[in-house]
């Protein structure tokens, strides 16, 4: 590794070499130091707010050390890294799984007594770092935890959104979008101010040919934004190494204030080129599942994608190696289709940079990249427009066409025969205008695909990349089933459950292995376990009923069965199939006589997630959710037996409140439409059962822990495609009756005025019920009722759910990167030297 410091002064430097704190004392002397110069606060002003800053940045230290080691590990061995290229990364809170994964936990909970605060209140000042969506989102963080709890060499690259995912707000019922200013303080970022890249957008593309009569292509003229990189720690669990999250931020690149139009008086001119670049990297774009291409869009995908590749390159060439050394020091992974102007940009800076000639190029292209795609639903496939591409990256354009003419070349000599293959494959779809899609170019330009479910691996295999399969054959197309991270899906969510896991297996070492749960299931009989299991989900219950009310001054028993769909809200995830359930319920209730209500299982029906802000249709959701929490929980009839949450904003850290305390929760997607989802795998190993349909990984769950631990219902995915032909085209679609009761009473403007929901009714009743909601519904209420029944018997359900968590080993993303790690990068963890005593 170069340093800069010479030989002679380096004594000087190891002996004032930054240390960590190791004591109680040491925690609070380095606190007060944060407070007191850091954040120039004092004894006299320290709130909540203040504590968190100190607490954070004594911890931020200690990761910082590590960081420093790690990364100058990394350098002198140069070993084979991974990129992973996510445009979103949903961390949460990183305070308290820096106190996890660094230790000390205890020590600093202590020392923050004696200096006034209590860790909770301290912990809960943090801001979640909202960087993502959903799902795709989340898994990403998780993956970063798992890459460096495994000690592998790995960084992230995404773009540093001065605004996260939007906050919600529940206005009289609506949702109401705000912005999340998260960055107003953020101690785990560094400001790389020296490490910056500059990105061209528009201009054209001059051709010549050189002395040799090699055609050389220039990109010139356009205009340029300068990409600055922010760099957060990400520290493993159990481990010394520390992986780095970089993100891009955008700013102009010739300044940030034009001084001659100032002293023109042009004031307003003067900081507009700043403006418009920083627009770049302002807005994380808040669809899931729905994809809108926009210019801003694409100019944020190219943005980070030349800049992380940049960056990427330049590490490679420190090394000095031959260019074919490209893919065994490097491998990068598309999450999603997002990145997949990555694979033109790889190939620009090879052929226009570098030199290098197209076969030798493309070759090390497609063994760099790995393409992880996230869902079979059309309308999520990107596809850009040709004159847009054409417009903001001209030569990116001329590679993709001589990449898709290769490709058709391939086609044709291969499939001579299938002359309609041609078009069905081609990356430029013949529509007006004409499209770029982006989900072929990235199996095109990368050597291995991965769905994220076993189901969904499959259908990929058999309905969008039918005809890839084919070309490439099998072996191209591989499967991952998602994962999550056990140290903050049990261990921070979950403290006491996860002690009571460590009493009986001696000690932690599950949250790094988690196949060792399965030993718990030698204590399904245990008296006193099953007595504590229980009542840590009674108290995790009562911690949700104590948010519920202080959040939405709503009273909900926890003695109740707690039923839970949290996740984005979109008509193929079904909450309107969910809210639908509930009327139904509260009619029957209304119907019954008091006698019969008392025999009744009584429960609360918790929902939580965002609308995309564009999406009326999941909007109406919302809104008709909260309509009937209003009509419903005003009920004297009902009392106790029947409350409806709408839980706001919901977000990773509220998650971590609401996955331990389920009884039931809810993955009841239309069958083949859900890619994997995750927080069924969160629910499950926090001791909740799941109502759910065959899809995504509920399927594996199920094969996991036993069909007798899990509530399935519905249509299966391979008859869905016939009912929805047939509620088209045969002309006898009848709507299930109970549905229709419940149609007519919302009609009946029981939830307000009916106007509001009609589209929401006429999707099912007029316009084809896509998402099968009247297919599955009767299924979906007997379900539900079964549900009751085996609640009622509490020490069935508690042999069940204590089953499940015991058989959830498979599910820990630390098993999910060693499959990405041997099947598509094949990269070595590297892991750090050994300390005395560790
Ligand atoms: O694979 C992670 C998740 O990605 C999505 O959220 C996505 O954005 N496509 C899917 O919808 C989830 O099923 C999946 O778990």
Redesign the pocket.
Known sequence: VEASIPEGQRAAWKKFSATEFKTKDEFESEVVKHIETTLARSLFNCDEAAAYGGVALAFRDRLVIEWNRTQQRQSSADPKRVYYLSLEFLMGRALDNAMLNVGMKDVAKEGLGELGFRMEDVISQERDAALG????G??AACFLDSLATLNYPAWGYALRYKYGIFKQEIVDGYQVEVPDYWLDFNPWEFPRHDVTVDVQFYGHVRKYMDESGKQISVWEDGELVTAVAYDAPIPGFGTRTTNNLRLWSSKASHGEFDFTKFNSGEYEASVAEQQRAETISAVLYPN??LERGKELRLKQQYFWCAASLFDIVRRFKKSRKAWKEFPNQVAIQLN?THPTLAIPELMRILLDQEGLEWDEAWSIVQKTFGY?N??VLPE?LEKWSVPLVQHLLPRHLQIIYDINLNFMHYVERNFPKDREMLGRVSIIEESTPKMVRMAYLAVIGSHKVNG??EL?SDLIKTTIFKDFVKIYGPDKFTNVT?GITPRRWLHQANPRLSELIASKLGGYDFLRDLTLLHKIEAYVDDKEFRKEFQEIKYANKVRLAKYTKEAHGISVNPSSLFDIQVK?IHEYKRQQLNIFGVIYRYLELKDMSPEERKKVQPRVSFFGGKAAPGYWMAKTIIHLINQVGAVVNNDKDIGDLLKVVFLEDYNVSKAEIICPASDISEHISTAGT?????SNMKFVLNGGLVIGTCD??NIEITREIGEDNIFLFGNLSEDVEDLRHAHTYSGDFAIDPKLERVFAVIRAGRFGDAAQFSALVNSIVEHGDYYLVSDDFASYIDTQKLIDAAYKDQEAWLTKTITSVSRMGFFSSDRCIDEYAEMIWNVEPLAPPKQNGA
Do not use: F
Not at 133 to 136: A, P
Not at 674 to 678: F, L, R, V
């Open positions: 969506n959903g799902g795709l989340r898994l899931d599942s999603d992880t996230h869902t999520a994220v479910a969904h998602n984005r859900e890619a994997s989802g995750t995504g990984a």
